[in-house]
C-alpha cells in the first residue's frame, strides 16, 4: 500500500514543468487524479485495518466473558465496566471500541444528553450515562445519527467485517453484535445472546433491523 504521506510528498515535489502550458497543466491534471486514487486507496487501507482490530478486541472477550448479567449497575464516568466475565450484548460492542480508544459511554451519553427528544424515552425521565450505552435501542440510535447506516438485505455478500447488526429476536427483544467473519458461505459474529461472548454463525438467525459501520473519524 502506497503511504498516503508519501503521496503527500510526491504531490509538493513532482517536477510539474512551467508555466501554464497545455503540456504542464496535463501533467498536473493526470498527477492529481494518480494521487487521488492513492491517497483513496490508503483510507480504505486504513479502514480495513481498523475493522480487523476492532473484530480482534470483539474475539478477545470470548472464553472470558462467561456469562450474561442485565442488572442495573453504577459505573465510574468515563471508562465504566461492570466485571469483564460478565456483561450483555451491547457490552461486546462498547469493550470492543474502547479497546481501541473509542467510548461509547461517552458518545452515546453526550449525543442523548443533547438531543433527548430523538432517542427512545422507555427508561426513564432523564439520561443515565451508567446505562443508556448498554441499551441496544440506544446504540441503534446513536449508530443511525454518527454512523454510516448500510442496507439491512439476507446476501451475506452485503456484510463486511467489523460491521454492526441488530436484531429483533422472535419474542421482539433487541439484540445486537459485530460481523467478524464475512465468508459469503459462513459468516460469522461475535455477540452475547445469554451464554457470555461467543463468535457463532448466527447472522440471519434473527430479523436484522439496523446495518451500521462505524470507524472514528481521528484514529
Known amino acids: 500500500m502506497f503511504p498516503a504521506a508519501w503521496t503527500r510528498i510526491l504531490l509538493r515535489s513532482f517536477p510539474f514543468g512551467g508555466g501554464d502550458s497545455r503540456a504542464a497543466w496535463s501533467r498536473r491534471r493526470v498527477l492529481g487524479a494518480l494521487a487521488g486514487l492513492l491517497l483513496a486507496s490508503d483510507g480504505a487501507h486504513a479502514d480495513t485495518d481498523w475493522a480487523e482490530r476492532l473484530v480482534a478486541a470483539a474475539r478477545g472477550q470470548v472464553g472470558v466473558t462467561l456469562g450474561y448479567d442485565g442488572s442495573y449497575a453504577r459505573l465510574k464516568y468515563p471508562g465504566g465496566d461492570v466485571p469483564i466475565e460478565r456483561g450483555v450484548c451491547t457490552d461486546v460492542l462498547v469493550r470492543a471500541y474502547r479497546a481501541l480508544g473509542t467510548d461509547l459511554q461517552v458518545l452515546v451519553h453526550e449525543d442523548l444528553s443533547a438531543n433527548w427528544a430523538r432517542y427512545p424515552h422507555a427508561w426513564g425521565p432523564a439520561p443515565d450515562r451508567n446505562i443508556d450505552h448498554r441499551r441496544v435501542p440506544n446504540l441503534e440510535t446513536w449508530f443511525r445519527r454518527r ?73
Do not use: Q
Open 147 to 219: 454512523a454510516e447506516v448500510l442496507a439491512v438485505s439476507r446476501r451475506a455478500a452485503d456484510y463486511s467485517v467489523g460491521d454492526i447488526v441488530s436484531w429483533r429476536l422472535a419474542n421482539g427483544l433487541p439484540h445486537i453484535g459485530i460481523v467478524s467473519r464475512a465468508d459469503p458461505e459462513a459468516p460469522l459474529v461475535v455477540h452475547n445472546i445469554g451464554a457470555g461472548a461467543r463468535e457463532e454463525p448466527v447472522l440471519f438467525e434473527y430479523r436484522i433491523v439496523g446495518h451500521f459501520r462505524y470507524a472514528p473519524p481521528e484514529r
